[in-house]
């Protein structure tokens, strides 16, 4: 994982999950780690969720001022390229679709003088609407990276059906992920797996995931 890690899909393909996954292993590692919750565009799942859960583990958290309230306003309080100067791996959760990229597309100067810290990961999800297919994921790749005014560098396989997840249903995905990622031009970084599961995948590049990101109705 590069300092810089920027995580973006299509609204409900588990980034925020993946986000959260990624700091804590990077806290694990010893790293001083933080979190940047640029996702303006949707109330729920946000990483400025797991405000405890980060503080427990020295991970500092940056969201928008009006995250974990009931306004959905986009007020963005902080300054990523002072923050980008820092001695820090950042974790930058982004909004879904065009609509969430647009708040990245504001630093992208910033950005520019650290390009080779920077990875932006595309995450898939085979399971969920308007992301079934490798055309469909490209299309919305595509206005992601225009409304950012970035480029991605590679895809994070992370199909699933939540509770109903199986490793039947993960491997089915290897296909149409590794399909999307060389039509995409760039490489498939790995597949997800909820870590009671992984130690049974025969998949090469598995990355265990704890599931934090839960349905409204399993809280």
């Keep these: 994982m590069k300092r810089i890690t920027i995580v973006t899909g299509h609204y409900g393909c588990g980034k925020t999950n993946l986000s959260v996954n990624l700091a804590l292993n990077a ?13 303006i565009v949707n109330p729920y799942f946000r990483t400025a969720d797991f405000k405890k859960l980060f503080e427990e583990n020295n991970i500092k958290l940056l969201a928008p001022d009006f995250a974990n309230s009931n306004l959905d ?23 879904g679709d065009d609509a969430g990229a647009v708040a990245l597309g504001r630093y992208t100067e910033a950005f520019s003088r650290y390009i080779d ?50 490793l039947e249903l993960i491997e089915a995905s290897e296909e149409f992920a590794s399909e999307t990622a060389e039509r995409a031009g760039i ?19 598995i990355y265990p995931v704890k599931i934090f990101v839960k349905p409204l109705w399993e809280k």
Excluded: Q, W
């Design 73 to 95: 306003i986009p007020a963005l309080n902080f300054d990523i390229e002072e923050i980008s100067c820092e001695d820090s791996t950042l974790i930058i959760d982004v909004g």
């Design 117 to 166: 810290e920077i990875e932006m990961l595309y995450v898939i999800n085979k399971y969920r609407y308007l992301t079934n297919t490798a055309d469909e994921v490209l299309a919305l790749m595509l206005e992601i990276e225009n409304a950012a005014r970035m480029k991605h560098t590679a895809i994070v396989n992370n199909s699933n059906l939540g509770n109903e997840t199986t």
């Design 187 to 205: 490489p498939l970084l790995f597949t997800t797996c909820p870590d009671t599961l992984a130690e049974f995948s025969e998949i090469e590049d």
């Design 27 to 39: 806290a694990k590692e010893g790293k001083n780690v933080t979190v940047v919750d640029l996702d």
